[in-house]
């Protein structure tokens, strides 16, 4: 198996605590502000609500400023886009419990199938209605460990080891654990030439090592970076370049899997509420902007690998390493497939996962 940790040494480990501060208070939920008592000017402003999945924090802060600008070069009208971010499933079940998101951009498509099945907000075919099935671009799941990769993690397989703890969210919540996991078992269903038992073993060892289940992959950062627990993340490949970015790239190497997981993030305009508040054409609008040069050139900055890397302006991103992907479709027959076998209730998530200190099954 190989590795190669993406790391340059830089600066002083004295910036990572101020770093980390940084990292931390981006971390907190930003659920849409009220309107309650602004100025008639501003509360006059059209207002969209961007419901999204946990490490885009960063990458929407500047998506919707620059949209905005253009909105109004274009028709001279301001907008205000308002951010809400969390594990995907969880923001997905806040939608279909009432939260009035005017777009979601979330991790998986199944969780945006989620919102179109329960709530019927979403129209079925949501996947058609935009470029590239609705995934205006692309990343995959790498490892985050310590500077110098002193546990010598190379690949999957390293992640049972007695001696590694291993941080991952909750798949029953996060979208990016559940990429995490499905690598994972995809790895292992290739190790073990789909010996369905033995790969099941696999995984029970592999979640034996994870101390803890945040509720979603910033949360999962915090614990790994803040609170110094765990020997790898198991990380989104933008977050764990934000890692070395915020911290230094002293404090952390990025090992890349010899194979792992394409994750498509998705995206969709919730018709049920934006024809409610009358915001269908500037949700429209707002995620068909994700499709131009300007923020595909954003999503590569941020290390998200665009849908669109002929637009990107590559004078001002850093291009990642080519890497052996698959899809989910391809091993796993389909995302709803995937859900219903191994992170419905019941599933068989639920049968290999023991939490920390109640013992092995």
């Known amino acids: 198996m190989t590795h190669s940790p993406v790391a340059r040494r830089s600066g002083g480990r004295r910036r990572t605590r101020r ?3 940084g990292l931390i208070l981006a971390a907190g939920t930003l659920m849409a502000p009220s309107l309650a008592g602004a100025p008639a000017a501003q509360a006059a402003t059209p207002t969209l609500l961007n419901v999204s999945y946990d490490p885009t924090r960063e990458f929407y ?3 919707n400023a620059a949209f905005a600008e253009q909105w109004r070069a274009e028709t001279g009208d301001r907008v205000r886009v308002q951010q809400s971010h969390g594990g995907s499933g969880k923001q997905a079940r806040a939608v279909i419990d009432g939260l009035m998101a005017d777009v979601v951009t979330l991790a998986v498509p199944v969780d945006i199938d989620a919102i179109a099945h329960h709530s019927g907000r979403i129209a079925a075919d949501w996947r058609t209605r935009l470029p590239h099935g609705s995934a205006p671009y692309t990343s995959t799941i790498v490892f985050l460990v310590r500077a110098d990769n002193p546990k010598e993690i190379a690949d999957w397989d390293d992640l049972v080891r007695a001696d590694v703890a291993v941080i991952t969210p909750n798949p029953k919540t996060s979208g990016a654990a559940r990429l995490n996991y499905l690598a994972a078992w995809a790895h292992a269903l290739r190790r073990f030439d789909g010996d369905e038992a033995r790969v099941r073993a696999f995984m ?12 979603g992959a910033r949360g999962s950062t915090t614990t790994f970076v803040r609170r110094g627990i765990g020997d790898v993340l198991l990380a989104w490949e933008n977050e764990a370049h934000l890692a070395l970015r915020e911290l230094g790239a002293d404090a952390f190497d990025i090992v890349r899997p010899a194979r792992s997981i394409l994750a498509e993030p998705t995206v969709a305009w919730v018709d049920g509420h934006v024809d409610a508040r009358g915001t269908r054409a500037l949700a429209q609008a707002y995620l ?17 690998r665009p849908a669109r890397p002929e637009a990107v302006d590559w004078t001002r991103a850093e291009r990642l390493p080519a890497m052996e992907l698959f899809s989910v479709d391809a091993v796993f027959g389909s995302w709803s497939a995937a859900q219903a076998t191994h992170f419905d209730d019941g599933g068989v998530f639920d049968q290999i996962y023991t939490p920390a200190g109640k013992g092995a099954r």
């Open 204 to 215: 029970s060892r592999l979640f034996a090592n994870v101390p803890v289940l945040d509720t």
């Open 19 to 21: 770093a980390v501060v």
């Open 61 to 63: 802060r500047d998506v």
């Open 288 to 304: 068909r902007y994700l499709y131009s040069a300007e923020a595909q050139t954003l999503a590569a900055r941020h290390f998200y």
